[in-house]
């Protein structure tokens, strides 16, 4: 029995258009709507068409005798990624920041359709790419950056994992209550809650903390410890602000207990809705996790 070809997963998200027309129903009231707001309708349908192009491209460019499937973003968490699939993200970096914890392993192709927009720290190729890369993948002989994640786990065994970042603290980002242990160290806190980095989410919402306190402790991407970043903690008569920085690993994870009655959470990534309730007395321990995204780079 000959080995089953590999499986194309082309990764979207909806486009600016799409978006607009699901909320406004016909064209003419999403011109309305645009007009009304100083923007033109022919520049967003632009940007449609030229993602449509994009997608045209990378499927021709999957291989005939392959089998292909495609996923939008939001069905993510229903979809059912096999061991043999080759994972093509075509979109912004944070499309395969939400799509790191869904795979399990398969490589992942991120594909820039507009590099004048889009960074491309995630989506470092182009469609014109993968004519070449696709066969060298499914060969195994494709160079793979493995980028480390964030695992948090709650007391009762509940995870959450992220590429970029992991929340902890209060759902208003205000007024969050824990003692903080590390290094040996433990500390009641209150602070606007404390987010815990890997090397990729450096680039992100780290970036604009290190910025601000002048911490530059930054993992790499591929490395095997994270930084933590407590948010303007607040010092008083019963909480401390001496444990504000730092790095976790495995042999030196970071564990937070709740001192919230109500309102505690743990997110990832930014995506606010998919959270862990933190309330009062319950820990969470936050290091490396044992998944990776696997991505390809440029060959």
Known sequence: MGRLAPRAVLVTRETDWERLLAAHSTREQV?????????????????????????????LAIPDHWRVARVGRGDLDRFLFAP??????????????????????????GVNPDAD??????????????PGLLPAVAAGAAEIERRTMARATLDD???????????????????ARYLIAYDGMTELQSSSGLIVSTGTGATGWARSIMTATGEGVAPSPTGPDLAFFVREP???????????WGRADTAAPLVVTSRMNDGGV??????????????????????????????????
């Not at 509940?158 to 205000?174: D, R, Y």
């Not at 607040?234 to 504000?244: C, K």
């Not at 321990?285 to 390809?296: G, H, I, Q």
């Open 157 to 175: 065994g509940q995870t959450l994992e992220a590429l970029n970042e992991i929340f902890v603290g209060h759902h208003s980002h205000q007024s």
């Open 234 to 244: 607040w010092p008083s008569v019963a909480t401390g602000a001496d444990i504000q």
């Open 31 to 59: 011109r309305f709507f645009l007009r009304s707001r100083g923007q033109d309708i022919d520049r967003v349908q632009a940007g449609h068409e030229a993602f449509g192009e994009t997608v045209r491209q990378v499927r």
């Open 266 to 299: 743990i997110f990832a990534d930014g995506i606010e809705q998919d959270r862990l309730a933190f309330g009062w007395g319950r820990k969470v321990t936050v290091a490396p996790s044992p998944r990776f995204l696997m991505l390809v780079r440029p060959g």
């Open 84 to 109: 043999e699939d080759i994972v093509i993200a075509l979109g912004q970096d944070g499309l395969v920041a939400n799509l790191a914890k869904y795979v399990s392993g398969q490589p992942v192709l």
């Open 117 to 130: 927009v889009n960074e491309g720290v995630l989506v470092p190729l182009a469609a014109a790419d993968l």
